[in-house]
């Protein structure tokens, strides 16, 4: 053990045992509100004893420091205790996104080489179909029966109540393992982003300076915890600085969500643009009369901003929202506007305290105010990411000298401000979760009727980007309605809803190099009616029915 190690910077111990000692245990610390009316409060003693008993349960499995604990749930109070307790046993928590399919989950458990997964019951069909392949998992634990169903699949509830509350946390030294997300890239499978406790400061001071959350504040971050923001912000922040958190577990409505805003008299609101645009689209009606002035900061991260969202924010609402920027490797907030800082609409913001942000061109040099170039940040922040699971090699090609690469393209002014311009790479984002072309190309093959696949991105109003899938058949095949709607459903089962193709475009065949490599960009071009930029390097290429294939379908 390190000899800095400390109680105090354990995550899970700060966000619950360490607020109780600050006076806070009779606090509310959440407000759980079901999708179906059901409300129910817990104070940050009761999420310090759950989170403990839960801790003890992974003791009594025999779960050791290190090892790897998923948490494949919709959103419920049982998240939320599991991270926590996670984390005091100083085991690495995996968050999963509920709607993933089969190949997304078994690429992730069998990465990180699973022990325990936390689920549902309706869930455990997805895990069976898999678990052949998952040598390493060997506890399925289900929130929602009341006894154990055989040997590995065990009732979390029953384990619950025959734990003691008593668990010991020990010191925790900063480098230790703690978070484990899955990001997708342009190629290969997803790749495991490890955090670790020392990342608590970073997210702290941000939690503090940049969404101007404090103790006794109401917060409510609409993130979903397999996502980065769902945790850092959703979980770990707040809780770390004494805040009552709001968690919604219904879906996005907008009446409901204006509701919430109103009536649990939040402060302090984090969401993405994508329902901030979603938002934009509703009646003016839905927001005459409503009581916001409890309200005192709005933000927004996961994807830009556009400048219309501002103006009707400041229009409608009488709020000012703050973008920030930050990823999945950086852990914490790095770039944003906030309190203080006039805001530019379309602008990510400046970088924040302690972070130094720089643009570089290609060959690592900085580049001057008005440029376009490669976003990157100087390396050592506490919550930067300490690894890519199994990929030491990937893991040190993200970074240039000092520099961690961010793979955005932005512009920095005169100012200070930064601009995002877009993706180095082809990854989608959509709806603000990153989507990897590799993945949906993969599934697509699956289908006897495909031959060859691309995923490409496309603009889309709400979402700010679409999948856009290009599918040569093999001979025989024709393209038709039905088979365009089995190819989304393949894809969201497999991979996730998030995945599933806007548009599917039938062609004759794929756009290649000549080294073999498939130009997305190209593809890309064509579907927006753009220039095709430099093509000598592709071998001939027939587009077939890129142009025609809607009506001909």
């Known amino acids: 053990m390190s000899t800095s190690a400390r109680l105090e910077d354990n995550v899970g111990f700060a966000c619950t045992d360490l607020q109780c000692r600050q006076g806070r245990g009779s606090a509310v610390a959440m407000r759980w509100l079901g999708s179906d009316g059901q409300r129910s409060e817990y104070t940050f003693a009761q999420l310090a004893d759950e989170s403990s008993r839960f801790a003890a349960v992974l003791a009594g499995l025999g779960v050791a420091p290190g090892a790897r604990v998923f948490v494949m749930l919709p959103k419920l109070p049982e ?133 101007q959350v404090g103790p006794g504040d109401v917060f409510w971050c609409t993130a979903d915890p397999g996502w980065v923001t769902g945790t850092s912000y959703g979980i770990i922040g707040p809780w770390a600085v004494g805040a009552t958190q709001v968690h919604y577990g219904g879906s996005f409505d907008a009446g409901a969500w204006m509701a919430i805003l109103e009536q649990e008299q939040v402060n302090v609101w984090y969401t993405a643009p994508t329902a901030l645009r979603m938002l934009m689209r509703e009646e003016a009606s839905l927001y005459a009369g409503r009581r916001l002035e409890t309200l005192r900061c709005a ?63 290609s060959a690592g040099q900085p580049l001057p105010a008005g440029q376009q170039g490669r976003l990157c940040l100087r390396r050592g922040w506490p919550s930067m990411f300490a690894e890519h699971l199994n990929r030491p090699g990937v893991y040190a090609s993200r970074f240039h000298g000092d520099y961690y690469d961010s793979g955005d393209m932005a512009v920095r002014d005169a100012d200070g401000y930064f601009w995002f311009v877009g993706r180095t790479d ?110 000598s390097s592709m071998e001939a290429w027939h587009p077939g029915e890129i142009d025609d294939q809607r009506e001909r379908v």
């Open 299 to 361: 933000a927004s991260v996961g994807e830009p901003l556009n400048p219309e969202v501002t103006f009707w924010a400041r229009r409608t609402l009488g709020k000012e929202i703050h973008d920030t920027w930050f990823q999945t490797e950086t852990g914490a907030i790095m770039i944003a506007n906030r309190p203080g800082l006039a805001v530019r609409p379309g602008s990510m913001g400046q970088a924040v305290d302690g972070i130094e942000a720089v643009i570089l061109d």
């Open 426 to 535: 082809d990854v989608i984002n959509t709806s603000g979760h990153l989507v990897g072309p590799f993945e949906i190309e993969s599934v697509l093959l699956e289908l006897p009727e495909v031959a060859e696949a691309a995923a490409v991105s496309a603009p889309d109003p709400i979402r700010f980007e679409k999948v856009v899938a290009f599918v040569c058949l093999r001979s025989g095949q024709s393209p038709s309605r039905e088979l365009e709607s089995r190819i989304r459903l393949h894809v969201a089962n497999r991979v996730s809803s998030i995945a599933s193709p806007q548009d599917v475009v039938f062609v004759a065949s794929l756009p290649r190099n000549r080294s073999g490599k498939i130009m997305r960009r190209v593809l890309r071009a064509r579907f927006l009616g753009q220039d095709e930029g430099d093509l």
């Open 79 to 211: 998240v939320y205790v599991a991270f926590l307790g996670c984390l005091k046993a100083r085991a690495v928590v995996g968050p999963l996104f509920a709607n993933f399919g089969d190949d997304a989950l078994l690429d992730r458990l069998g990465d990180a080489r699973a022990c325990v997964l936390l689920t549902k019951h309706s869930l455990l069909k997805k895990v069976h179909r898999i678990r052949d392949r998952l040598p390493d998992l060997r506890h399925i634990l289900l929130v929602d029966v009341d006894d154990h169903l055989a040997a590995d699949i065990l009732s979390y509830r029953r384990l619950m109540r025959e734990a003691s509350a008593d668990f010991v946390v020990a010191p925790t030294a900063p480098e230790t393992p703690s978070l484990l997300h899955y990001t997708s890239g342009s190629t290969g499978k997803p790749k495991g982003v490890l955090h670790v406790h020392g990342a608590l400061p970073t997210i702290v001071a941000t939690t503090r300076d940049v969404l």
